[in-house]
């Protein structure tokens, strides 16, 4: 399978380096599409991977699958080209799917899919199965380090200052959605989870600026008539303070499973 990947932050150097050195079988990387190419291209040096950085639409056209790890502003105008192209799109800024709703119709039009890996969260099995029965509530109470949530849109607009934060501070409560709109690239996970269960508007959200933690805390209760269950894990932070490491692991554990002979999961 030929994989793309599009952004060289925290997680799509992580990807480039792994798929490189064949951690993944019968995954091969087909490409990069970049802002800096300078920059990539030291990468790339570095790593001794010749991989050819592309724009977008070239990438669609040689890739099978095209992993999303760039800034979330940058959304759209990556998912169009892939999913008009009728390939997959792996997407970790899931909550401009809720922004673009329009690019579900456009995968389906085209033959395309949308995968939303796990990331940051556990569980999403067993939020997909109790949604096929009826679910009352999904809570998620997430905890973060000053620094993860610093410059977030909605503690800007609203004149919140976490800066000099003795003790934990609830800075947000609301749904998914809201959650998504304020928090675009810290709460991915929120939108995630609202995809797998009761949808954007009835997935409760709340988020705490926490000086005293050095992790990415996330508690996810869910109330359904299958089954009532909890979830908590806490992340390292990666290189990228907004990013937990086990992000990128997630998306190769995803791209493991589409070559797989055997796939262990929902």
């Known amino acids: ?53 592309l724009d977008i639409a070239e990438l669609a056209s040689v890739s099978d699958a095209v992993v999303e790890c760039a800034p979330a ?15 997959k799109l792996v997407a970790l800024s899931a909550g401009q799917l809720l922004r673009h709703p329009e690019l579900v119709a ?18 999403f099995d067993a939020v997909s199965a109790a949604a096929e029965g009826d679910i009352h509530s999904v809570t998620m109470i997430t905890r973060k380090p000053v620094n993860g949530l610093t410059g977030a849109p909605y503690l800007v607009g609203n004149g919140i200052d976490i800066s000099n934060l003795a003790e934990p501070l609830c800075v947000f409560r609301g749904s998914a959605r809201e959650a998504a709109l304020g928090f675009p690239e810290n709460v991915n996970v929120a939108a995630a989870l ?46 990228n303070p907004k ?12 791209l493991r499973k589409m070559v797989s002979p055997l796939r262990v999961g929902t």
């Open 1 to 53: 399978m030929q994989i793309g990947i599009v952004g060289l932050g925290a997680i799509g150097r992580v990807l480039v380096r792994k798929i490189h050195h064949g951690v993944i079988p019968n995954i091969v990387l087909a490409g990069i599409c970049t802002r800096d190419r300078t920059k990539a291209q030291a990468f790339l040096k570095e790593i001794g991977c010749r991989a050819p950085l």
């Open 73 to 87: 502003a940058m959304f759209a105008e990556i998912a169009v080209p892939v999913l008009s192209a009728g390939k």
């Open 106 to 123: 456009l995968a389906r039009e085209n033959g395309g899919q949308i995968i939303v890996p796990t990331g940051a969260l556990i569980g």
């Open 194 to 239: 609202s995809l797998a269960g009761i949808g954007p508007d009835r997935t409760t959200i709340e988020i705490w600026a926490d000086p005293n933690v050095k992790r990415n805390m996330h508690r996810v209760v869910v109330e359904a008539d299958s089954a009532r269950f909890e979830m908590a894990i806490e992340n390292m932070p990666s290189e």
């Open 243 to 254: 990013t937990g490491r086990i992000t990128a692991l997630s998306v190769v554990a995803a």
